[in-house]
């Protein structure tokens, strides 16, 4: 190998490189940090944004009525007072919840059922 700033060849590469420490070489199952791969798999996707969405009612109405509506217009949605709210991850329904007053000035909602996988893929 040279000490010259040039393009390095495979051949200079190879020689360069020290080959790995077998003590070093992560056992199979676990990632180079030693982690177990499933956990390093799960913890890729923790930091991945997720759309939560709570709805609490829909209403349908023709184009024509939807342009006359102005200023204090209600428009009755197809819940009823007290009736849970649906909660959506990424469109997809997950969960049922109530509307909360968080700090006197935001709400929120809690979730009072969680729905399970088969419920969400069915509704």
């Known amino acids: ?3 010259e700033n040039t393009d ?3 051949e200079d590469f190879a020689t360069s490189v020290p080959a790995p420490d ?3 070489t992560p056992a199979p199952g ?3 940090d030693g982690k177990d791969v499933d956990d390093a798999q799960k913890e890729a996707v923790y930091d991945i944004p997720v759309k939560i969405t709570a709805v609490i009612g829909t209403a349908t109405m023709p184009v024509n009525q ?3 509506l102005g200023r204090g217009a209600v428009v ?3 819940r009823k007072l007290g009736e849970a709210v649906d909660i959506y991850a ?5 969960a049922r919840g109530e509307v909360v007053v968080v700090d006197d000035n935001h ?6 059922e969680i729905l399970s996988s088969s419920a969400t893929n069915n509704g």
């Open 66 to 68: 939807l342009l006359r």
């Open 90 to 94: 990424n469109n997809r329904l997950i």
């Open 1 to 3: 190998m040279t000490t």
């Open 22 to 24: 077998a003590s070093a």
């Open 8 to 10: 390095i060849g495979l």
């Open 76 to 78: 009755e949605l197809d």
């Open 30 to 32: 676990t990632a180079p």
């Open 107 to 112: 709400i929120g909602v809690t979730m009072t």
